[in-house]
């Protein structure tokens, strides 16, 4: 629809016309600004935590280590420049004289949400599959955030959110593919 | 000719060159949810009067 809007602007004399094909879809599952009747309705990208650690895949081990380790972190979101997540290491399941590259070790393609997608829907899913957390993506794979499952649940319960920043153990963290 | 951009470039032609957002669906959508700043004239409504309000010496973006 908006190709043929762009060019019907044009032919009202508007020179300067861009089409954003993608359009609203793409805006909110990015988690940007939205307003309307159905905003009220929370999404995943509302509440992600931003405060991922992230690495490339080509960065030391070792010194990746040491950065999740300073930020209090157990993990690190690998992703490329344009933040496009590519995997993930948890380094406490590293071996402890692990060398080498974080591509060496990652895991590949960890399963993440949209930011767009309801709280209520994400959380069941969290709940069947028993895990903490979540990664929240937009639609062209760049990373938002984390979603945590005790910050859906205050969401919904329109309380406060509850520090969920203890590491996460071999039961409790996202795995990896749907 | 229109040129077909990315929400990258939308947000930098709102913010940095005063970018106008228009919807063009139908307003019952437009009013569900819409990008915050949008302004909704439907399609089959977009003709000289609808658009008149509308400032021709900034940058338009439709979708």
């Known amino acids: 629809m908006s190709p043929r809007a762009a060019w019907r602007l044009e032919t009202l004399g508007f020179t300067e016309v861009y089409d954003y094909v993608a359009g609203k879809a793409d805006w909110f599952a990015a988690g940007l600004p939205r307003e309307g009747r159905l905003t009220s309705i929370p ?14 895949h080509t960065e030391r081990i070792t010194d990746v280590i040491k950065k999740v380790r300073e930020a209090g972190k ?8 344009g933040w496009i997540v590519l995997g993930r290491v948890r380094i406490d399941r ?11 070790v990652m895991e590949l393609g960890p399963t993440t949400t949209r930011a767009d997608t309801m709280i209520d829907s994400v959380l069941e899913r969290l709940n069947s599959r028993n895990v903490d957390n979540i990664l929240v993506a937009t639609s062209d794979g760049r990373l938002v955030g984390t979603l945590y499952r005790s910050d859906a649940e205050a969401r919904l319960n329109d309380g406060p959110a509850e520090d969920s920043g203890q590491p996460l153990d071999d039961e409790s963290c996202c795995c990896c593919k749907d | 000719m229109p040129t077909s951009i990315v929400r990258e470039e939308v947000q930098r032609l709102i913010t940095g060159e005063a970018g106008q957002l228009v919807e063009v669906l139908p307003s019952e959508e437009y009013q569900d949810e819409h990008i915050e700043g949008a302004i909704n004239i439907p399609l089959k409504r977009l003709d000289r009067e609808t658009t008149s309000h509308l400032d021709k010496t900034r940058p338009l973006i439709v979708y």
Do not use: N, P, S
């Open chain 1, 43 to 56: 999404r995943t990208g509302d509440i992600a935590r931003r405060d991922d650690v992230t690495c490339r």
């Open chain 1, 74 to 81: 157990d993990t690190c979101i690998v992703t490329t420049d």
């Open chain 1, 94 to 104: 590293l071996d402890a004289d692990v060398q080498g590259q974080v591509g060496d």
